[in-house]
């Protein structure tokens, strides 16, 4: 997985790309730990969708814009908007279908 994103390239990033997934964790949470290891084997498997991943400490007017509930947690946009969040991340499997399901590109 990619190095944490600013706010400025998170931004950037849900208003240029088509498809984009952000994961929103916290350091000491170990689902979170988890559940990064998860994503991460799943994004070498769709290199045409764009992941990020930021820490939610340092970006807490994202939370709020989105109410983002909770860590572990992956925002889905689709064209500019939020489409999804996902908070339980139960498998590598599942996570590949939701984010297929997304980019209908396949």
Same mark, same amino acid.
């Given at each position: ?27 000491m ?36 814009? #989105?109410?983002?509930? &909770? *860590? +572990?947690? $992956? ?6 908007e939020?489409?999804? =969040?996902? #908070?339980?991340?139960? &498998? *590598? +499997?599942? $996570? ?9 590109? =396949?």
């Amino acid at each position: 997985m990619t190095p944490d994103w600013s706010l400025v390239e998170i931004e950037n990033g849900i208003k240029q790309e088509r498809v984009f997934a952000l994961y929103l964790y916290t350091p000491m949470c170990g689902t979170c730990q988890l559940a990064g290891k998860m994503l991460s084997i799943v994004e070498k498997t769709m290199p045409q969708m764009s992941f990020a991943r930021s820490d939610l400490n340092f970006i807490p007017q994202l939370a709020e814009e #989105y109410s983002v509930e &909770s *860590v +572990p947690c $992956l925002l889905l946009f689709k064209n500019n908007e939020l489409q999804d =969040k996902l #908070y339980a991340f139960h &498998s *590598v +499997p599942f $996570l590949y279908e939701q984010l297929l399901k997304l980019d209908g590109s =396949k």
